[in-house]
Every structure is written in structure tokens, then in C-alpha cells.
């Protein structure tokens, strides 16, 4: 029988993990926002948007830390603490893909999301946040599975990472429509190249969610 080690401690790193999830899923919303308040074009709080993800990526960034510095040498734990740190960078990539986009706005802010991109550039946030959310769900369910190791919960650890990757593919697809759609739709070429970029940017933020599903599946595979 495997022994449950993370109750030998009186912190689980799982616990940063999942505070770290949190607030990347916190930054995902002030996202949605931000993005419905660009499209809109009647909206003047942007840049207070831009500032609440600064503020939570800060936030993100203790918490980040307070794991790496938690795990002294020769602690034991039941997942490699080399895989550990990967699945928390990939992590905090989603939070930094989606202040990236943010900023990519504000560097040419006027004139604008087209009107006739705005609908498909909503529905590609909407799109990107699914799994980011289901991000904090899967670490819940991790944190379960490494204190008893129950075949039960494992499988439920892995429907949801199976989750997360159909939600990446349907980005991609989402993607490849929008760029055609940029094409087909503006004339002038900054704006082609800004949009595109845009797109390329929003598009791994589920990239990125991906990535981190698979850390955690190879942590569970151990």
C-alpha cells in the first residue's frame, strides 16, 4: 500500500498549487472584462482592468514563490519536485499569456476591435477561460488523489485533463476561423498584423492550460 507522504506535512505544496490556480482563474475573469470592455468601445476603465491583473499576477507571484521556498532539499513528497515547478510554470504562463494579450491591446488601442470581429473575439475569450477554470477543479481533485492515491480519483483527475484538452482543441479551430475571417475582412495591414498577433497571443493562453494538464498527468503516471 503507497503511503499518503503529503500528510506527513503540515503544508502540502498542493495547497500553493491550487491558491496559485485560484488566482490565475481570478485573472481569467478581470480577462473577460477587459476584452468586453475593448470590444465595446464604450468602456473607459481598460487600463483599471490591465492594473487588477498586474495586482493578482503580483499576488500570483508570492504564492509562487512561498511553494519554491517551502520545498528544502530532501523533502519528501509523492510527485518529482522537478515536475512540481514545471506544472507551476506552466501554470503561471496562462497568468502571463493573458497579461500579454492585455498589453498587446494597449499598444494600439484605438481604433479597436473591428466591428465585425468584435462577436468572434468574445467568443474566443469565452472560449480560452473554459480551461483555465477547469484548471482549479483538476488541482482540487489532484490534491484528493495524493492523499489516499484512489484509482477512482485518479480517473477523475484524468477526465478533467481530457476536458481541458478537447476545450484547447476547440480554440484552435476558433483560431484558425478568426485569422481567415482577419483576412477576408480588413484591408489595412497594421490592423491585419495587430489582430492576428492578438489572436496568436489569446490562443495560448489555452495553450498553455493544455501544457499544464499534462504536467499533471505525468505527475499522476509516477
Given at each position: 500500500m503507497r503511503i499518503p507522504f503529503l500528510s506527513l506535512f503540515i503544508t502540502s505544496p498542493f495547497e500553493g498549487l491550487q491558491d496559485h490556480a485560484e488566482k490565475v482563474k481570478e485573472c481569467a475573469w478581470v480577462f473577460q472584462q477587459a476584452m468586453e470592455c475593448h470590444v465595446s468601445r464604450q468602456c473607459h476603465t481598460y487600463e483599471g482592468f490591465r492594473d487588477e491583473v498586474r495586482k493578482l499576477e503580483n499576488e500570483a507571484d508570492t504564492i509562487k514563490r512561498r511553494i519554491r521556498g517551502h520545498l528544502p532539499k530532501g523533502t519528501l513528497l509523492p510527485v518529482d519536485k522537478f515536475q512540481l515547478f514545471r506544472?507551476?510554470?506552466?501554470?503561471?504562463?496562462?497568468?502571463?499569456?493573458?497579461?500579454?494579450?492585455?498589453?498587446?491591446?494597449?499598444?494600439?488601442?484605438?481604433p479597436g476591435i473591428p466591428d465585425e470581429l468584435g462577436k468572434d473575439f468574445l467568443s474566443l475569450t469565452d472560449a480560452v477561460v473554459q480551461p483555465i477554470e477547469e484548471l482549479d477543479r483538476m488541482v482540487t481533485?489532484?490534491?484528493?488523489?495524493?492523499?489516499?492515491?484512489?484509482?477512482?480519483?485518479?480517473?477523475?483527475?484524468?477526465?478533467?485533463?481530457?476536458?481541458?484538452?478537447?476545450?484547447?482543441?476547440?480554440?484552435?479551430?476558433?483560431?484558425?476561423?478568426?485569422?481567415?475571417?482577419?483576412?477576408?475582412?480588413?484591408?489595412?495591414?497594421?490592423?491585419?498584423?495587430?489582430?492576428?498577433?492578438?489572436?496568436?497571443?489569446?490562443?495560448?493562453?489555452?495553450?498553455?492550460?493544455?501544457?499544464t494538464g499534462d504536467m499533471m498527468r505525468a505527475m499522476l503516471a509516477q
Open positions: 506544472y507551476l510554470r506552466e501554470q503561471d504562463h496562462v497568468l502571463d499569456s493573458v497579461q500579454h494579450s492585455l498589453d498587446w491591446i494597449s499598444y494600439r488601442i484605438d481533485e489532484a490534491r484528493k488523489f495524493f492523499r489516499n492515491f484512489s484509482p477512482k480519483q485518479r480517473q477523475l483527475v484524468k477526465d478533467i485533463i481530457r476536458n481541458i484538452r478537447e476545450q484547447e482543441f476547440k480554440v484552435d479551430r476558433m483560431e484558425d476561423s478568426l485569422k481567415r475571417k482577419i483576412f477576408s475582412a480588413i484591408q489595412d495591414p497594421v490592423t491585419i498584423f495587430h489582430m492576428v498577433k492578438l489572436v496568436d497571443i489569446i490562443g495560448a493562453i489555452a495553450d498553455h492550460a493544455e501544457n
